[in-house]
């Protein structure tokens, strides 16, 4: 087994401590969705890679098909599956020995397959490499513990508490609340501390059952790569104490939306960051940084907002951003700048949800930063006061949002071409399949009122 060597300490201490049975081999799908093969552990140490059809990045959520084949027609090629052996960790929730890897899409002819999310996310570092510069990203994830909803057509309740009543909202910060749910938690805790995954802080947000995990900030992969295997450990949790953890954006009506926030900054080939100058002021990269935010956020908002679902988080006066301005300590604005010393000066996008796809979100979040540091973009003026009395800046849908990504061609180079044309193939695909379902509203004020 000289492939142990490779993997992360934490996945050799669990080996150490159980009998290898299996090994997951997964890779992500446009919406996250962890897709691949389970494959016994002997075979496993005897395979290099293995195969799947490139039309995992072709489903829609609903697990129907956006016609993105390309000119050779939908004959679903095989993709070659390079395993990633730095991400191997744990599956602790598993009966038997289980380790999962995250794996790489390359074509037959070895070259990166282009709609692969994180091979789009991979793309975007080499790009900010090639300039001398090393981004690095902090995610903070926020999500909601429910009851158990096994009928779609009933709306999502909060889950039951110890106390046996449900989960009260309006209690941000509230130790009590968090406490209501402490054997989940303390599961989610035990399972991250397994996988070898450093939790820098859990709290009580403003919704009814509703959490939010911060991440210690670090490369702009290995982060992405967390979240992704973080929604599936802290929805193993939440099972195992009957409830579910959601990561839609908006699950309860009249609560607040989940977001996937993202701290940047960028380090130069010194180890500076680049956002603060020798005397600990702020740079012009600092302001540029902000200033493609600004510029090309909107582009990408179906990125950060993929679903009909997405755009009810962006609800005035309800902890979420209807804007891109941009403010100091102002958790009003799209774009935050946290208080930090200089040497940790960073950026916060506070606009994706966490229904994101972390990989998509971060290479985008990244992409516009990109553009303005190497056009040398200028922000507007700082905001200042409660930038909800500002203009609404988000596009008003799905449909909207993906007009202005299919037009953003600068943006296209950055993300890659082939990533954008499936991607928008397959949105539109998922907007139209959403249009078929006729919603409670429309029965309860068009039935006989029309």
Same mark, same amino acid.
Request: some cysteine; glycine content about 8%; charged content about 25%.
């Given at each position: 087994m000289? =492939?142990?060597?490779?993997?992360?300490?934490?996945?050799?201490?669990?080996?150490?401590? /159980?009998?290898?049975?299996?090994?997951?081999?997964?890779? +992500?799908?446009?919406?996250?969705?962890?897709?691949?093969?389970?494959?016994?552990?002997?075979?496993?140490?005897?395979?290099?890679?293995?195969?799947?059809?490139?039309?995992?990045?072709?489903?829609?959520?609903?697990?129907? =098909?956006?016609?993105? %084949? &390309?000119?050779e027609g939908f004959v679903e090629p095989d993709m070659v599956l390079k395993p990633d052996l730095a991400t191997a960790t744990a599956a602790p929730w598993a009966a038997d020995g289980t380790l999962q890897v995250i794996h790489d899409a390359f074509d037959q002819k070895g070259r990166p397959v282009g709609c692969s999310p994180r091979n789009v996310l991979k793309r975007v570092v080499d790009l900010y490499k090639a300039e001398g510069w090393t981004p690095v990203v902090a995610p903070e994830m926020e999500f909601y513990l429910v009851g158990r909803n096994t009928d779609p057509a009933k709306a999502i309740e909060p889950m039951l508490g110890r106390t046996g009543r449900p989960a009260a909202a309006r209690q941000a910060y509230s130790m009590t609340a968090v406490d209501e749910y402490g054997p989940v938690i303390d599961d989610i805790y035990e399972y991250a501390e397994i996988q070898g995954f450093e939790i820098d802080g859990i709290t009580q947000e &403003?919704?009814?059952?509703?959490?939010?995990?911060?991440?210690? /900030?670090?490369?702009?992969?290995?982060?992405?790569?967390?979240?992704?295997?973080?929604?599936?450990?802290?929805?193993?949790?939440?099972?195992?104490?009957?409830?579910?953890?959601?990561?839609?954006?908006?699950? @309860?009506?009249?609560?607040? &939306?989940?977001?996937?926030?993202?701290? /940047?900054?960028? @380090?130069?080939?010194?180890?500076r960051n680049i956002f603060t100058g020798p005397q600990g002021g702020e740079t012009d990269a600092f302001f540029n940084f902000i200033g493609g935010l600004q510029e090309h956020m909107p582009s990408v908002i179906a990125m950060f907002a993929p679903y009909v679902n997405s755009f009810r988080r962006y609800v005035r006066d309800h902890a979420a951003p209807i804007n891109l301005e941009w403010g100091r300590d102002n958790r009003t604005t799209g774009i935050r700048v946290p208080i930090s010393p200089p040497q940790?000066?960073?950026?916060?996008?506070?606009?994706?949800?966490?229904?994101?796809?972390?990989?998509?979100? @971060? %290479?985008?979040?990244?992409?516009? &930063?990109?553009?303005?540091?190497?056009?040398?973009?200028?922000?507007?003026?700082?905001?200042?006061?409660?930038?909800?009395? +500002?203009?609404?800046?988000?596009?008003?849908?799905?449909? +909207?949002?993906?007009?202005?990504?299919?037009?953003?061609?600068?943006?296209?180079?950055?993300?890659?071409p082939e990533f954008v044309r499936v991607y928008s193939i397959v949105k539109r695909a998922e907007y139209n399949e959403f249009l078929q379902v006729i919603s409670p509203w429309e029965r309860q004020h068009l039935l006989l009122n029309v």
């Open positions: 000289s =492939w142990v060597d490779d993997i992360p300490e934490a996945a050799r201490l669990y080996l150490d401590q /159980h009998r290898l049975d299996e090994v997951e081999c997964v890779i +992500a799908d446009l919406p996250g969705i962890a897709r691949g093969k389970a494959v016994p552990a002997a075979k496993w140490e005897k395979q290099q890679f293995f195969h799947l059809p490139n039309s995992i990045f072709f489903q829609t959520i609903t697990g129907d =098909w956006g016609e993105a %084949a &390309g000119p &403003g919704g009814a059952g509703q959490l939010e995990i911060n991440l210690r /900030h670090g490369d702009p992969v290995k982060l992405a790569d967390e979240v992704f295997f973080f929604k599936r450990l802290i929805r193993e949790a939440a099972l195992k104490h009957d409830c579910f953890a959601t990561f839609m954006a908006k699950p @309860i009506e009249g609560e607040p &939306g989940s977001a996937m926030h993202v701290h /940047h900054s960028i @380090i130069d080939a010194k180890g940790a000066r960073r950026v916060e996008n506070r606009l994706a949800g966490m229904d994101c796809n972390p990989y998509l979100c @971060i %290479a985008a979040s990244l992409a516009c &930063g990109y553009l303005g540091l190497k056009n040398e973009i200028w922000p507007d003026k700082r905001y200042r006061g409660d930038a909800y009395e +500002a203009e609404d800046e988000i596009p008003q849908g799905l449909y +909207a949002a993906l007009d202005l990504f299919d037009h953003a061609k600068e943006l296209h180079e950055v993300l890659g």
